[in-house]
C-alpha cells in the first residue's frame, strides 16, 4: 500500500535551551557526586519525560522544602526560587544547589537594582508560574505589581508614576509583551525597562523559527507540556500565522484526524522538550505518510551556561 505524501518542516532553533540544558546537567551531576536520592524543589523543567528519566536515575521531585529529609541535597529548579526558598535551606543548614537559570537571575537582580533605586516594580508575567512567584519573592510583598494582559497595563493604577521600572518573565510572548509594554510606555513617560530585554534568546529563537514555518503549513505540532509557559506561546504564535496548532507532549498524544487535509506540517519543541520527543513525533508521522522533510534555520545557538562550582571543583 502506498502511503500518502506529507510535508513536513521543522523549526530550528528548537527544543533545549541552555538553561534547560545546565538544570538538567546538575541534578544528573548531583546524583553522580553525592549519591541518590537527590531531592528537587518542584518540577526541574516542565516536562514530564525528563522528570521521569531523572526519577529513574535517582531524583526525587518534592513541592516544598519541608518533604525534603535532614541529610540529603536539594536542588530548586530551573524557574527560580523566592528568597524564602534558600534561606530555608541554610536556616536547616541544608545541602542545596540553585539550578536557576542565568538569565532569570538577570531578572532577579534587575528587580533588586530598581527597588534600591526606589522605583516600584511592574512585572509582566502570568500568574501562578514558577518563575513569576520566584521573581515576586525577591522583594518584600508589595513590592512587585504584575500585569498579565494589555487590559491591566490599560488600567493598573500607581502611587508614583514618576518612579516606575518594569520587568518580564522570560518565557512571554514576545509580541504580546511588545503590545504591553507599549501601552505603559504611553500611560507613564518615565517608566525604566531592562537594558536588555527579559524574554530570553530561546524564547524569541523558537518564536521566530515558528513563524518561519507557520504560514507554509496548514497544522504545526508543538512537542512540549501543558505547563511549560514557551510551549504555549508556540501554539499561540503559529495559530496567529493562521496554522491550526495543537500541543503534544510525545507521539501518542497526536490524533490522526488533525491531519484530514493536511499536506504539510510543521514541527517544533518548546525550551524543556528534549530531541528525543521531536524524534519519535517524525517517526509516528512516517509510519503513515511518505515524509519529505525540510529542516527551517532562522538562526544558530550557540550558548552556554557555567556549572556551579560545588559540582565541578
Not at 505524501?5 to 530550528?12: E, H, I, T
Not at 526525587?60 to 540529603?72: I, K, M, Q, T, W
Not at 514557551?230 to 510525545?250: F, K, Y
Not at 491531519?259 to 525550551?271: K, P, Q, R, S
Request: hydrophobic share 45%; charged share 25%.
Amino acid at each position: 500500500m502506498t502511503l500518502p505524501s506529507l510535508s513536513v518542516l521543522v523549526a530550528n532553533p528548537r527544543g533545549f535551551c541552555a538553561g534547560v540544558d545546565r538544570a538538567i546537567k546538575i541534578v544528573e551531576l548531583a546524583i553522580e557526586r553525592f549519591g541518590a536520592p537527590v531531592y528537587v524543589r518542584h518540577e526541574i523543567v516542565h516536562n514530564r519525560f525528563v522528570v521521569e528519566t531523572l526519577q529513574a536515575k535517582g531524583a526525587v521531585f518534592v513541592d516544598e522544602l519541608d518533604e525534603v529529609p535532614e541529610g540529603v541535597p536539594v536542588i530548586f529548579s530551573a524557574h527560580g526560587v523566592p528568597k524564602s526558598v534558600p534561606a530555608e535551606a541554610e536556616r536547616r543548614r541544608m545541602l542545596y544547589v540553585d539550578a536557576t537559570c542565568p538569565l532569570v537571575s538577570k531578572v532577579h537582580r534587575e528587580a533588586e537594582r530598581h527597588s534600591a533605586q526606589g522605583r516600584h516594580i511592574l512585572m509582566i508575567g502570568h500568574a501562578g508560574h514558577p518563575e513569576v512567584i520566584g521573581t515576586m519573592g525577591q522583594l518584600e510583598e508589595g513590592a512587585i505589581s504584575l500585569i498579565e494582559t494589555a487590559e491591566d497595563a490599560r488600567t493598573i493604577e500607581v502611587q508614583n508614576p514618576e518612579n516606575l521600572a518594569y520587568i518580564t518573565q522570560t518565557t512571554l510572548s514576545v509580541d504580546d509583551t511588545a503590545e504591553i509594554v507599549s501601552i505603559l510606555q504611553e500611560r507613564f513617560p518615565a517608566l525604566e525597562g531592562p537594558k536588555k530585554e527579559d524574554i530570553c534568546y530561546a524564547t524569541t529563537n523558537r518564536q521566530d523559527a515558528v513563524k518561519a514555518i507557520a504560514d507554509r503549513a496548514q497544522l504545526v505540532l508543538v512537542i512540549g507540556a501543558p505547563n511549560s509557559s514557551n510551549s504555549l506561546r508556540l501554539v499561540e504564535v503559529a495559530e496567529r500565522c493562521g496554522a491550526r496548532a495543537r500541543l503534544v507532549q510525545r507521539a501518542g498524544d497526536i490524533d490522526w484526524s488533525w491531519f484530514e487535509g493536511v499536506a504539510c506540517v510543521g514541527i517544533t519543541a518548546g525550551a524543556s522538550a528534549p530531541e528525543v520527543l521531536v524524534e519519535e513525533v517524525i517517526g509516528a508521522l512516517g509510519t503513515r505518510f511518505t515524509l519529505a522533510i525540510e529542516h527551517v534555520t532562522t538562526t544558530t545557538e550557540d550558548i552556554e551556561f557555567k556549572l556551579p562550582r560545588a559540582l565541578t571543583a
